[in-house]
């Protein structure tokens, strides 16, 4: 793996993106000795990242899709097997926790490669995500084979999913940065990304539709309204509407994520490059 080394360092936002442009084999490079280094001791390798998508999504499928009987989705107003609105939004909860919480400690993970040698240090936790995307793309593939199983046609709402993705992408990287950042001064937010992802699994429609809690929440305004900050509800429903709809997302789900992300990855980076120069006195 080939590092280069800057002499004059540009601190701003902009210098940062022109670093990550210029640094785009390293990012390759970090991101394949992250794959590498995950299951090299295992004896079945990178079986592990076809297994642990497909078993996390059936034991959710048996719990909530078999034992609860499916009540959990709006019954009489969508037709979809709920099945496949777990499955649809799951795939791409876990695509999001998993990220987090690698990038969230990924600068600690590496404290050795960043003491040695100076590189953009925002390819650290932008790399750490490459395994996620590889459970993500094996959590398509299951996903494509159950819409396949159940004979609902996949047509122009893959386009639309894809635009939902740039939009969480953007979010996720936006909070990588963020938190990444701050994890190296204040160790507590490592522990604090750990809680408040076990918290949104339950407070974003994974086993359960929008509709279903508005109908149940329907006498406590208030609770729905703090729901409705929360990026993900738009961008799981969003998933939802692209792939099981073939519909192009409303604002109603995609504005708000769409604000946040922007306002997020503004933040992040700037954020990022501000700490950067001490990053490595602090690890």
């Known amino acids: 793996m080939s590092l280069t080394i800057y002499s004059n360092v540009d601190h701003s936002v902009a210098g940062g993106v022109r670093e990550l442009l210029r640094s785009r084999g390293l990012l390759w490079d970090l991101i394949s000795k992250d794959l590498r280094a995950r299951y090299r001791n295992a004896v079945m390798g990178f079986v592990w990242a076809v297994l642990q998508p497909i078993l996390m999504m059936l034991i959710l499928y048996v719990v909530f899709g078999k034992i609860f009987g499916g009540r959990f989705a709006v019954t009489g107003g969508d037709d979809h097997p709920y099945e496949l609105m777990l499955l649809t939004a799951l795939i791409f909860w ?73 939009v969480q992408c953007a979010l996720l990287i936006g909070l990588a940065l963020l938190c990444s950042s701050l994890n190296v001064r204040f160790r507590d937010v490592g522990y604090a990304v750990e809680v408040g992802l076990m918290m949104g699994f339950y407070a974003t429609p994974i086993f359960y539709s929008t509709d279903a809690l508005r109908i149940a929440a329907g006498n406590y305004p208030a609770v729905l309204t703090l729901y409705a900050l929360n990026p993900m509800v738009g961008i799981v429903s969003a998933y939802r509407t692209a792939l099981l709809g073939n519909e192009f997302p409303p604002m109603s789900e995609l504005g708000w994520p769409t604000i946040c992300a922007l306002g997020i990855l503004i933040v992040g980076a700037f954020v990022f490059r501000r700490m950067s120069p001490t990053i490595a006195d602090h690890l």
């Open 94 to 166: 876990q695509f999001f926790a998993s990220a987090f919480s690698r990038a969230t400690v990924s600068l600690i993970d590496n404290a050795d490669l960043i003491k040695k040698v100076y590189f953009p240090r925002e390819l650290i936790p932008i790399a750490s995500m490459g395994n996620s995307i590889v459970n993500l793309a094996i959590g398509l593939l299951v996903l494509i084979g159950m819409y396949s199983y159940h004979d609902h046609p996949v047509g122009i709402g893959v386009v639309w999913a894809g635009l939902v993705f740039v």
